[in-house]
């Protein structure tokens, strides 16, 4: 899958590797395992067989499938876009080989024109493979935090030498406390949304927020979440929050 994207901080998708596995709470309610079936039943064979049947609701079974034939999908968009690398996936879960991902690294080098935001809840797999990487400017690195129990994955995000550093605080679901954002360039928050999505309270976005703006992070609010994330909306004190890194921004 490689499409314009309804995510609100990206512009398009690029899915070279399909499936995954649960790694922390932030994973239970993942809308990719929904879309996954449902990509499956479309007759989809690259989602086939990715999800099982746990509480009447699809979940990952582990299985991974790289996709090679979607690797070149970037290089035929001339227009320049912020893509968000595997929505549908982790680039750096540990039964995608390092070869892969530095096919995926090489496409994304030979496409300077986009600008690629890869995230992952894979911080150890991360720190350990960085090093044989090729590390363009174009090639935004993020981490996925949503409870105070993973922010070690933010240390780990320090380490590696991405050129901008991003944080994804969603789903949300407690209180972060204080955050070391020395190196980070921009946090992304958010409640979960669909069904069974768990409550986020607002003073721990505005925490978030607070410590964004006196560190002088560009901070961008999703969503309040819920069933009904649209009519729950988006706004946060009066104002929607769509910063972007300076490095974008200049």
């Not at 879960?93 to 070869?99: A, G, K, Q, W, Y």
């Not at 150890?124 to 090639?139: G, K, M, R």
């Not at 819920?226 to 009066?238: A, E, I, P």
Request: hydrophobic share 40%.
């Amino acid at each position: 899958m490689g499409t314009n994207s309804r995510i609100e901080w990206t512009e398009a998708t690029w899915n070279p590797v399909a499936g995954c596995s649960i790694v922390s709470p932030g994973c239970t309610n993942c809308y990719a395992m929904r879309m996954a079936r449902r990509l499956e039943a479309m007759g989809q064979d690259k989602y086939s067989g990715l999800t099982r049947t746990s509480g009447g609701r699809p979940k990952w079974n582990g299985l991974i499938r790289l996709d090679e034939s979607s690797l070149r999908i970037p290089l035929g968009w001339k227009v320049g876009r912020m893509i968000f690398v595997n929505s549908m996936s982790d680039l750096f879960h540990e039964d995608v080989p390092l070869s892969f991902i530095q096919q995926v690294f090489a496409v994304m080098r030979d496409c300077p024109h986009h600008t690629f935001q890869v995230l992952t809840k894979r911080s150890e797999q991360l720190v350990e493979v960085a090093p044989y990487l090729d590390w363009t400017p174009n090639i935004w690195m993020g981490v996925s935090v949503e409870s105070e129990d993973y922010k070690f994955r933010i240390e780990n995000l320090r380490k590696t030498p991405a050129k901008v550093k991003f944080l994804s605080l969603e789903p949300l679901l407690g209180d972060l406390g204080a955050l070391n954002l020395k190196g980070i360039d921009w946090a992304i928050a958010g409640g979960e949304s669909g069904p069974a999505a768990r409550d986020m309270q607002p003073e721990w976005v505005r925490s978030i927020r607070d410590q964004c703006i006196s560190s002088g992070v560009a901070f961008h609010f999703k969503q309040w979440g819920g069933v009904n994330k649209k009519k729950s909306g988006r706004t946060l004190d009066g104002r929607t929050w769509d910063e972007l890194p300076v490095s974008v921004v200049a």
